[in-house]
């Protein structure tokens, strides 16, 4: 663009994209209805927004690969001419795919050639056409005897001289944006390269402190336009990372400021002398670990002190999380206030209230049950053997809950509510947990959570929380031994389980799908379960899945707690569910589809008696990665070993899976498995909260 027409705009982030004289074609301001609808759907509102959207990958057009003449192990970018294109029909069907020949100019008689394919998207062919140059960017793979890209990222190079053109979208570094309907990338690449050839660097201003960087030659108008125009990839690197360490110390900022205005607010002592709670522990049967001791004494400190708590409890499947949550709970109801546990499913719920009620009705405290179905303060549950207890006067009252508890208020409860707890925290939203809390007055609220979380995801998501670690398992827990074996072996696993079975044990069998895909190349539970009834004749077989209603899966669950069911087939309803200590051997069908996370939390549903027990990993024979990358799962039983690992193969989306964690849209999420830069961010953030305080 002219730099007097650069210098006549007054262009800032608050600017509206719809209000650029550069919108539209021509120089004429506006956008095509197309491309404004696709910016709204995307978010893209003002220049902020734009300059806000990174690009997610980059193609180095200063250079080509060449079309080779065999299939490679990973992507390419390609640029050639389109020779040939065609709209085809599926052999014997009617469904269409597009098909064009891209050839390299340069090639010789053994390469030079390759067929772009896209099923189901005949527009296409509207869109391609013979003796257009293409940049395509796909994994070639052989077909027969042809090579070939399906579905590959593709640009049409326009072959009109336009120098700018060239400069924008090729002979560099260019970057490839997320897109959405009716937004193509050299509209939105052009689009963004002349805003930040407008804008000054005075309206990109640093966010971080002036020592927070080493190189005082990078800043962050700097580091804006090389991560979406990078003149080296060292450039871009550095880009990503300024960007990175900015965008986590704004994060951590925030968490610290959360936890200063909590504080501010004060808190109420909810701590009773603690009689009660040496009663109930001395009445176990069994003496708690040292973790469980360690965790409950920095749970009665935070209880005894007028700072409001807010603890994150963490704990594998099976380490005695319960017990600490207890504690916590009898503190408070010995200090005059009620108490409140919050389970995600009613299963477990209903499995919290009889455990309870088991413990603390000898000790006098009342233990009450509210679902969406239930609001009792006793009687018998289907699931579960009705408790055979006796009482005293209650000293206070502890209810235990589904979602049903939000829905409620202060009113619900009999005394002030002290102390909330909240089971498998990733199952509830951050605002749902509020909702709890408010229903007391400034109650002390423990998190507990059975899924390991490496420790930079603890910081970033968590980092207004204190945390507790229960790193050992309590004695007289069954070992696991687990294995991989490929699906191929399925009859050899199937009278391994019959052997099991006939020593009167019993099984879980996992699927990741409830029903067969044709996106998916997976088994699925309720296609296969008719099989595995075959295999197990003489053992009842039961069916369990997402899609039933909670009668339906609260009768399978009771016929299998009873040992009425020998066999459970399922998907992962089972993941957050109910002790079957009978129940030793598991096995995972198409393991390789499950993090290494979710496959430890399946696992912790078996190993919950005396019984040795064994985890079968099954993976497809053709997935060779698959065996390397659970191999972690036969060595170790340590959640937080096998979640690190989870999180440097899969990236912290993968494993989070959900926004129900609290954490924003990260751009960078990959920094979340950078210790050094997320401890970084969080001294930065502390600086600067150290600075707002002092002013």
């Not at 090579?147 to 640009?155: R, S």
């Not at 594998?316 to 200090?335: F, I, Q, R, W």
Request: glycine letters at 8%; proline letters at 5%.
């Amino acid at each position: 663009m002219p730099a007097s027409a650069s210098d006549s705009l007054n262009v800032t982030l608050a600017t509206s994209l719809a209000d650029l004289p550069f919108a539209g074609k021509g120089g004429k301001p506006g956008f095509d209805k197309k491309t404004s609808d696709g910016l709204t759907a995307l978010g893209l509102v003002t220049v902020g927004d734009l300059l806000r959207h990174f690009p997610r990958r980059y193609e180095d057009r200063t250079r080509f690969d060449r079309i080779p003449n065999q299939q490679t192990d990973g992507p390419l970018c390609l640029r050639g001419e389109v020779t040939d294109a065609q709209l085809k029909y599926m052999p014997g069907q009617k469904r269409r795919f597009f098909e064009a020949t891209l050839e390299d100019p340069e090639g010789d008689v053994l390469s030079g050639r390759i067929v772009l394919r896209w099923f189901n998207m005949p527009y296409i062919s509207k869109l391609i056409a013979v003796g257009q140059v293409l940049v395509v960017y796909g994994q070639p793979k052989e077909k027969g005897r042809r090579l070939v890209m399906d579905h590959p990222d593709y640009e049409i190079i326009e072959s009109d001289g336009d120098s700018e053109s060239v400069e924008i979208h090729m002979d560099r570094i260019t970057p490839v944006y997320p897109l959405t309907s009716g937004l193509n990338q050299k509209t939105l690449r052009a689009l963004t390269y002349q805003v930040l050839e407008t804008i000054t660097d005075e309206d990109l201003p640093d966010r971080l402190p002036e020592n927070a960087w080493e190189d005082r030659e990078w800043f962050r108008a700097r580091a804006m336009r090389e991560i979406h125009f990078p003149k080296s990839a060292e450039a871009l690197e550095t880009a990503r990372h300024y960007l990175g360490l900015e965008e986590f110390t704004l994060l951590q900022l925030d968490l610290l400021r959360r936890r200063a205005d909590r504080e501010a607010e004060g808190g109420v002592i909810h701590a009773g002398p603690g009689a009660l709670l040496d009663r109930f522990l001395t009445s176990l049967p069994f003496s708690p670990t040292k973790a469980q001791a360690r965790s409950i004494d920095e749970v009665r400190q935070d209880l005894a002190s007028a700072r409001p708590m807010n603890r994150l409890l963490q704990g594998d499947v099976g380490s005695g999380k319960t017990l600490v949550a207890t504690a916590a709970m009898l503190l408070g109801v010995e200090a005059g206030f009620d108490a409140a546990l919050m389970a995600p499913t009613q299963i477990l719920a209903e499995q919290h209230y009889l455990n309870l009620k088991g413990w603390l009705e000898p000790l006098g405290i009342t233990v009450k049950l509210r679902t969406g179905s239930r609001k009792e303060e006793g009687g018998d549950l289907p699931l579960f053997a009705a408790a055979d207890v006796t009482g005293g006067a209650p000293l206070g009252t502890i209810t235990v809950g589904t979602h049903a508890l939000i829905h409620g208020d202060a009113s619900d409860f009999e005394n002030p509510l002290g102390v909330v707890v909240v089971d498998e925290q990733h199952k509830f939203g951050v605002a749902q947990r509020e909702a709890l809390a408010a229903q007391g007055a400034r109650p002390d609220v423990l998190i507990m959570t059975a899924t390991p979380i490496p420790r930079t995801l603890t910081l970033s998501i968590y980092g207004d929380l204190d945390v507790s670690i229960i790193d050992e398992l309590p004695k007289g827990r069954g070992k696991i031994i687990t294995g991989i074996r490929e699906t191929s072996k399925t009859e050899a696993a199937a009278q391994f389980i019959r052997d099991q079975l006939s020593e009167g044990r019993q099984a879980y069998i996992v699927y990741p799908l409830i029903e067969e895909s044709e996106k998916v190349k997976s088994a699925a539970a309720t296609v296969e379960f008719e099989l595995w009834e075959k295999r197990f004749a003489g053992s009842r077989c039961g069916l369990l899945h997402g899609r039933m209603t909670s009668e339906e899966k609260d009768a399978v669950m009771i016929a299998f707690r009873a040992g009425e069911i020998q066999v459970l087939v399922s998907t992962t309803v089972i993941e957050v569910g109910v002790d079957v200590p009978n129940a030793n051997l598991m096995l995972i069908y198409n393991a390789e589809r499950f993090g290494l996370a979710q496959l430890h939390q399946l696992r912790g549903r078996i190993g919950r008696g005396a019984h040795k027990s064994y985890c079968i990993l099954m993976i497809d024979p053709e997935n060779i990665e698959a065996k390397a990358r659970l191999k972690v799962l036969e060595e170790t039983r340590d959640g937080f070993r096998i979640a690190e690992a989870d999180l440097a193969i899969r990236g912290p989306g993968e494993v989070l899976g959900t926004a129900q964690s609290g954490l924003p849209d990260l751009k960078f999420p990959e920094f979340l498995a950078d210790y050094a830069m997320i401890q970084r961010a969080r001294e930065i953030a502390q600086q600067m909260m150290t600075a707002e305080t002092e002013t």
